[in-house]
Structures are given as structure tokens and as C-alpha cells.
């Protein structure tokens, strides 16, 4: 929402820059830390979701097979407590096919499969619903070294949180949808509720090497898709597995030129995605197949998109056949990067630092909390097998996907200062990012750890906001430049400008309200 600015604001640098004096800048870096959230006691976490409305608890998922629950608690000194349940909240390990599991009936020659995503309802704090997505046997076994696999099948499921037992949920669930899997890799897993209130499914295009039944670009495969549905209804009540609607506006409507529950096909492994709180826009990381990853900006209310895998991968053409299938308006993707700094099909004029390179790349979230302040609005995402931590804004214009063009920052070896004695280890492993309900960014480990991005040192001043010129970033003094960037922010919706909530309060709500004006001026005027 826009309002009219008065004049007045422009004439409060006037009176209040001769009380402020200058503060002590702090380079980006030294704004947050990693806290250990869990660092004990879990099997292969892959996924961490929050229910909406419930700030005491939050669930993770393990490849293993299981839910476990966090109970989020508060000390004597008023720091927050996360105490890992011993009973998990759900347990389906006798249900899937995964990595060597003692409890698996298959093998599976690769660590793709098992428990890989968890949904939980927008009204899960009232009814207990909830979705996941694992993989499951299909009997079509073979045996590779003296061991039994199974490729299985992808399986969508509803589940109900214990009426009598918050912290436990019912045995039993019921099937969504279920597709079969050709290949034991890319299997995706990722599924969330979007800002449409629709389930949106991210398939892999069923794996092997190079897509070989390119099914990727096929619109009549579930595989390789973003899939949108409704799952408060049921257009197949004959069909015990397919428990949903179709949404309008998918790419397909009425399954007229390929299958209704697609939205975007051309995916080869899209292990993670979000939606960004502030645009709604989708943010798809999609893992390459042995030259470039790829990162994926789009709105989520538009349809029929081909992200072009197996005909280009990032954006270099594969030389593989398309076959009969259309692939004449591709996605530009926003942000690409190669396996190795020195590959031969780097375009002329771009160039990647041996620290902006990897093989295994992880969507990330579009950090939009309060604690961070200078964090709003960047886009964090990662590479799992580089260990690394890379950053840009969130806003910038689609280019030719190199780090310059999006304004590449690596945070890979930052936020280790010591803080009380500790000094937090690097990242290793991640495999997903997340946010709870005050937009605050937790990564996951596979190896067994989930952490918070929290705040340390001095934040920057409210009303600092810009140097001369006015250009962006605090420079430790309060003038006029920083009251004219604010307008600037404001009148053009940018959610810079969105500093307070309701009340206000200092907590911000995703919206440009009266409250942002007020909280500002009181920071500025006050020297806050």
C-alpha cells in the first residue's frame, strides 16, 4: 500500500542532524552469527518447516524416515531454548526406500531417495494437516553388487497431527498422488504451500544421466515439473490416488495438450525452492547435470514456463534433442555458475573465482526478518558439496546470470566470529534453507545440524539508512539524505521502507503501512 508522504518529512533532517552525531561503521559481515539450534541427535536431516501462528514449536525431516519435533522454549535469562523431542512426531521408515536403511525392505544405489519433504498446512495450527513426500517401493527390484534396489515411486501424502496428542501424529495417512520413478536419482522432494493456498510439487526428471526418456520437456510426465494443486478438494473421486483439484491457471487447463497438474516443465532436479513473503515470487534453485547450476526467479502467477533442461542446461545449449517437443520460448534463468572456474564453455568476458563454482547447488530464501536489517531483501542460497554460502539482492534485473550481473557476495567463510568463548564451525553440507514466522533464516546440515542466522554486534540505526548522494548504506550519520532515500523506498514500494509493524512495533509485517512512516521518524528523530 502507498500513502502520500508530506512535505514535512523532508524538513526533519533539518532539525535533527544537528543532535546526531556520527556512529562506528561495522562491515556487513560482522551483523550476524550462527547459533546451533539442534547439533545432536538426528539421522540425515534434510528440511526444517515452522507452523504458521505457533512460534513454540517446529518440525525436522529425516531421510531416515522420520518427523522429529522441536519444542522452543525460554530460559532464565530469556534466551530462547530448542529442545529435541526423543519420540518422533511421525515415523514412516517401514514405508520407504532409501540410503542402506536398516528398517528399508530396498537398497538404493544413491542417497536421492527416502523421506524428502514436509508441508505443513496454513491452518495446521487448528487442524493438524499436514503433507509429505517420500519415496516408496514399487517391486520392480534388481540386484548391482550382491545388493537389492528398487527405483520406486514418488508418493504424496496427507496426514493428521494426534487430536489428543500435539506432539505425535496419527500412524496413518492417506495418498495424494503417487507417480512412478524410472531411476533410483532426482527425485526432487521439496514441497511447499505457496501465497495461492496451492501444494506445489517439485519433481526431478527421474534421473540416470542426461534425462535419456527426456521426460523433462514431455508435458504428459509428471516428471521434471513444478506441479501446482488444490488438496482441499477432490476432482477424481474414483480414483483412490488422486486426491486434489486442479487449480486454474496451471499450464494445461482441462489436460488439453499435456497433463492439468503441471505448471512448469524443463526441470532436471529442482531440490529446493521458496516464495519470496514480500513479491510472492518462486525461487528455484535447479541442480545441473555436469556443467552449470542453476537459479530461477519467476511469479508465481504465471504459467507454462520451460526452464529447458535436457535442451540447455544453465544457459548453454546441450546439444541434446528436444524430440517433438516445444522449446521455442525458454526461461531465462537469473543466476548461473559452472562446475570448475576454468571450463571451456564459460562465455567470453565472464568470469568465475574457484570460490564460485560447484556441483550440487541448494534454493535458497529471500531473507525478509527483522534482526538482520541489512540482510533484507538478499537472496542466500548455497552449493552443498562446496560448502559455500553465496548472497545477492533479491531485486536485481535478469542478465547474463554471472556473479557481476547480479552483484555476486560470498559469504562461505563469514560469520565465525567468536561470540562468548564459541566460534562457530564453517558450513558443511547444506541441503536446505528455511524461515519461521518472523522471516528469520535457518540452514540445515546433513550432517546433523540446523542453525539460525541471528544478530551480534550493534545493528545499524533505523534511520540511517544512506550516505551523500543519497546512496544506500548507513555511513554512522543522520541527515537528509537518509530521509530522502526512506521517501524514495516508500513511494516506489520497496521493502526497504517496511521498518515496523502494527502498533508500530519494531517487528516488520511484509506491508508499507502509516506504521512505517511513524517508526521511522521516531528512529531518526530519536537517534535510533
Request: proline share 7%; aromatic share 10%; hydrophobic share 40%.
Amino acid at each position: 500500500m502507498k500513502l502520500t508522504i508530506p512535505a514535512v518529512l523532508a524538513a526533519l533532517a533539518t532539525s535533527a542532524c544537528a543532535l546526531l552525531g556520527p556512529t562506528a561503521a561495522l562491515a556487513q559481515v560482522d551483523f550476524a552469527n550462527w547459533q546451533t539450534v539442534v547439533g545432536a541427535g538426528l539421522s540425515s536431516p534434510l528440511g526444517v518447516e515452522f507452523p504458521r501462528g505457533d512460534d513454540g514449536r517446529f518440525f525436522i525431516v529425516e531421510q531416515t524416515g522420520r518427523i522429529r519435533l522441536v519444542i522452543v522454549g525460554v530460559d532464565g535469562l530469556g534466551n530462547a531454548t530448542y529442545a529435541l523431542q526423543a519420540t518422533p512426531f511421525l515415523d514412516v521408515a517401514t514405508l520407504i526406500t532409501g540410503p542402506s536403511f536398516p528398517t528399508s525392505p530396498v537398497l538404493t544405489r544413491s542417497s536421492e531417495q527416502g523421506l524428502l519433504g514436509l508441508a505443513l498446512a496454513p491452518d495446521f495450527a487448528t487442524s493438524g494437516v499436514f503433507y509429505i513426500n517420500y519415496t516408496a517401493p514399487r517391486g520392480n527390484t534388481f540386484v548391482n553388487q550382491g545388493a537389492t534396489f528398487d527405483n520406486g515411486r514418488t508418493v504424496i501424502a496427507r496426514y493428521q497431527r494426534d487430536p489428543n496428542n500435539a506432539n505425535v501424529a496419527l500412524a496413518a495417512g492417506d495418498v495424494v498422488l503417487q507417480f512412478n520413478q524410472p531411476f533410483t536419482n532426482h527425485n526432487g522432494g521439496n514441497i511447499e504451500f505457496g501465497p495461492d493456498g496451492m501444494l506445489w510439487i517439485g519433481t526431478g526428471d527421474g534421473g540416470s544421466g542426461n534425462d535419456p526418456n527426456n521426460d523433462a520437456l514431455d508435458p504428459n510426465e509428471l516428471l521434471g515439473k513444478m506441479i501446482r494443486i488444490d488438496v482441499n478438494g477432490d476432482d477424481f473421486p474414483a480414483d483412490t490416488l488422486r486426491d486434489y483439484r486442479i487449480p486454474a491457471n496451471n499450464a494445461y487447463p482441462g489436460g488439453f495438450g499435456g497433463l492439468p497438474e503441471i505448471w512448469a516443465r524443463g526441470l532436471r532436479n529442482p531440490w529446493r525452492y521458496s516464495f519470496d513473503r514480500w513479491t510472492e515470487e518462486l525461487w528455484i534453485g535447479d541442480v545441473g547435470q555436469s556443467s552449470w547450476e542453476e537459479h530461477n526467479r519467476n511469479s508465481s502467477t504465471a504459467t507454462n514456463l520451460n526452464f529447458g533442461w535436457r535442451v540447455r542446461e544453465g544457459n548453454r545449449a546441450t546439444n541434446l534433442a528436444a524430440g517433438s517437443f516445444d522449446v521455442s520460448n525458454l526461461t531465462t534463468p537469473l543466476y548461473v555458475y559452472p562446475r570448475t572456474a576454468n571450463q571451456s564453455d564459460i562465455p567470453v568476458g565472464t568470469t568465475y573465482s574457484t570460490a564460485q563454482v560447484g556441483i550440487s547447488t541448494v534454493g535458497g530464501i529471500v531473507y525478509r526478518g527483522s534482526a538482520i536489517r541489512p540482510y533484507r531483501g538478499t537472496y542466500f542460497f548455497n552449493d552443498t558439496y562446496a560448502s559455500a554460502l553465496w548472497a545477492f539482492p533479491a531485486n536485481v534485473a535478469v542478465g547474463n546470470g554471472s556473479p557481476a550481473s547480479v552483484g555476486l557476495l560470498n559469504y562461505s567463510t563469514a560469520f565465525r566470529t567468536t561470540v562468548s568463548g564459541v566460534t562457530p564451525p564453517t558450513l558443511s553440507n547444506v541441503v536446505a534453507f528455511e524461515q519461521d514466522n518472523a522471516g528469520e533464516m535457518y540452514v540445515v546440515e546433513i550432517v546433523g545440524r540446523v542453525r539460525k542466522l541471528v544478530p551480534q554486534n550493534t545493528q545499524p540505526r533505523i534511520g540511517d539508512i544512506a550516505g551523500p548522494g543519497p546512496s544506500i548504506g548507513a555511513d554512522g550519520e543522520y541527515t537528509a539524505d537518509d530521509i530522502i532515500q526512506f521517501i524514495n523506498w516508500f513511494t516506489s514500494n520497496d521493502p526497504r521502507a517496511d521498518v515496523a509493524g502494527p502498533g508500530p512495533s519494531p517487528i516488520v509485517d511484509n506491508e508499507l503501512t502509516a506504521d512505517d512512516i511513524i517508526f521511522f521518524i521516531n528512529a531518526f528523530t530519536s537517534g535510533n
